[in-house]
């Protein structure tokens, strides 16, 4: 095995709570709407672009108003994530040290930039991830950011560990084996395989 790829939301750890706060902030500051997210809700829109999650916000909105408000609303949760942090799913710290002796370490998420590195920082991960790639970076589907980061890694043999629908299918057209964190927030009735905690993954692969 070449890595591992990791989704971040609903995978290594959960930080809605934290993120309906900032956008909440975000519009309450630079729009007129009356509009107040909730860690539920923002739950069912994690895993998909950001372009797909301020549509989903701001379906009336002509789409520069979307990008000026998304733009703000992203920036706003970077910063408070600094401080205010999501909670780190149990074992992910200790699974991560271990596997990361054994194989190299991945993430492809969704997210925007800077995300992934505030999530490595506060949680002081970054010493167990080789290489990462998000949308904000590449602005194309999961899939093809999966295919850059193992083109650039010269990956052949990877699994990704995802959450939601969005990940499995991702890794369909990617061709890469997908392994389903049923702790997170998706729901996928038929995985191929699938862990209850992440402390289950290096059993699972044999690591």
Known sequence: MDGIIFDVDGTLWDSTEAVARSWNQAIEENTDFSLSLTAD???SLFGKTMDEITLALFPSCPKEERDRIGYLCFN???????TDHGVLYPDVALTLESLSQKTDLYIV???????IEVFLKT????KYIKDFLCFGQTQVPKNESIRLLMERNHLQDVVYVGDTSGDFDACQKADVPFIYASYGFGDIPY???QIGAIGELPA???L
């Not at 706003?76 to 600094?82: I, S, T």
């Not at 998420?109 to 995300?115: A, E, F, I, W």
């Open 41 to 43: 809700w923002l739950k």
């Open 76 to 82: 706003y949760e970077n910063r408070l994530l600094e």
């Open 109 to 115: 998420s969704n997210c925007q930039c800077g995300y």
């Open 123 to 126: 949680m002081g991960l970054g």
């Open 191 to 193: 995985p191929p395989r």
């Open 204 to 206: 699972l692969l044999g």
